[in-house]
Structure formats: C-alpha cells, structure tokens
C-alpha cells in the first residue's frame, strides 16, 4: 500500500513568537528533524510551507521532499491540510498528517501507524496519547473528501473525533509534549533537555 506524509509546516507559531519550524532542537530545526523522520517512513513526503516560507525551505535543502505552498496559511491548519492533500499523487492509499513540534515522534512510530493502517484497513489510524487521540495519524483516501470539507482553521482531530468506530490507536507516550510558548522552547534549547 502507498501512504504519503503530509508535513504541516506553514504556521506562524502566534503564541510563540516565533516559527516553530526554525526552533532547533539536538542542532536541527524542527522542520528538518520532522521531514528526516517522515522520509524514513515513506518515500512520498510533501511539507506544507507558509510564514517565512524561504526560511523554512531552506532548512529541507538536500531531503527528498516536495514542498507545497498554501498561500491561505494565516486562515488555519485546515487549510495547510487542503493543500497538502492536493499536492498528494493520486494513487495514494492513505495520507499520514504529522506536525513539527511533536518531539516523541520518530521514524518507528511513524512506521508503526503506517504498518498499522496495511494490517487493518482502519479508516483512521491515530496516536493516542494523554487521554486522546490525534495526530500524527493516517486517513484512508476513502475519508479524503471528509478531509477536504474541514473548514479551514481547523485540523483533523474533529474528524478522528466524529466515530470512533473507524479508529484503531497506536499509543504515543509523551505525544501531548510541544512546543507552544516561549517556556516549550526556552526548555527545548536548554543544553542537557529535551529528548
């Protein structure tokens, strides 16, 4: 089965300050460390750009990545998903939504979702971390136009929400850690912390 990642990337990070993306962490920016980890999961890794676009797509020279512009990031993270769901070759069997910020997530259990979703043909297969589930997680194509009609300052965890009869979980200990405030970060740069 084909499953592409889909690397939401665009935001401006408000209540930080700064772009989350260019935050670094063990001498790597987000962005990269994020897209390394995709691509070590999948071929097919496309990385939603928006605020400071130039910046961040500079810190994925080199990777194997397509880089997708959503001109309409300043609306939400829906919108971001759009665009990157349209970026998506059309013979794909699932889209894996990941974030930058999420530093528990590495390349296995990207891979787990992923093997997860071939096992099981879940519609959904989410993270489940800290009482919930959310991303990353994997949505069939047959859930794509679902996908497609969340507004546009929202993102997916409505429609993992919505039945979770079409949700199979793959646990992700520490999955609720990121990076949100100035503290979040002060904390990830803290030589010695971080993981």
């Known amino acids: 089965m084909s499953v592409a990642i889909v690397l939401l990337a665009a935001g401006s990070s408000s209540r930080l300050g700064q772009p989350k993306q260019l935050l670094r962490h063990e001498g790597m920016s987000l962005v990269r460390r994020a897209a390394e980890r995709a691509l070590a999961a999948s071929p097919l890794v496309a990385v939603v750009l928006g605020a400071r676009r130039e910046d961040v797509a500079s810190e994925l020279d080199g990777l194997a990545v397509r880089c997708v512009d959503n001109p309409d990031w300043a609306l939400g993270q829906g919108s971001s998903l759009h665009a990157g769901l349209r970026a998506l070759p059309p013979d794909v069997d699932g889209a894996l939504l990941m974030l930058c910020d ?3 997530v590495d390349a296995a259990h990207l891979r787990s979702l992923i093997s997860t979703f071939e096992r099981t043909r879940a519609p959904i297969v989410a993270s ?6 959310g991303v990353p997680a994997l949505f069939s194509r047959a859930l794509f136009p679902e996908l497609d009609a969340l507004p546009a300052t929202g993102g997916a965890r409505g429609l993992i929400a919505r039945d979770p009869s079409r949700v199979v979980e793959v646990p992700l200990p520490g999955g609720e850690e990121d990076v949100d405030t100035a503290e979040d970060a002060l904390r990830l740069t803290r030589p010695g912390r971080g993981g």
């Open 128 to 133: 489940s971390y800290a009482g919930t589930r």
């Open 102 to 104: 999420q530093l528990r």
